[in-house]
């Protein structure tokens, strides 16, 4: 699986941000779809991910403010960001696995809240 993401970008605090992720080279069915966030000298550290099921769970720390959307049928995955805090800066990265337990990452976008 190959994923694309976009989206990304310098935002006040406060802002929103929309971010996508495309899969293309789909040959094993994808399980779960997530977004993760590296923050420069932290771990990556999972935000959001939404299982084939629809099962979605958040990090504490964007609970109310993040919202993650799958689109089956295009195989896509959208992170919706608002009420966007200085820590929520770094690079954003998309993550699915399949049936096979192949785990594909994209090269991830940047997003930067700042005033």
């Known amino acids: 699986v190959q994923l694309m993401e976009s989206g990304g970008g310098l935002v006040q605090p406060g802002g929103s941000l929309r971010l996508s992720c495309a899969a293309s080279n789909i040959i094993f069915r994808i399980d779960n779809m997530a977004w993760y966030r590296q923050a420069p000298g932290k771990q990556r550290e999972l935000v959001a991910i939404?299982?084939?099921?629809?099962?979605?769970n958040y990090a504490d720390s964007v609970k109310g403010r993040f919202a993650i959307y799958r689109d089956y049928d295009k195989d896509t995955v959208d992170l919706q960001m608002t009420s966007l805090k200085p820590e929520d800066t770094a690079v954003y990265y998309c993550n699915a696995d399949n049936t096979w337990g192949q785990v594909s990452w994209g090269q991830g976008t940047q997003v930067t809240v700042s005033s």
């Open positions: 939404v299982s084939y099921s629809g099962d979605k």
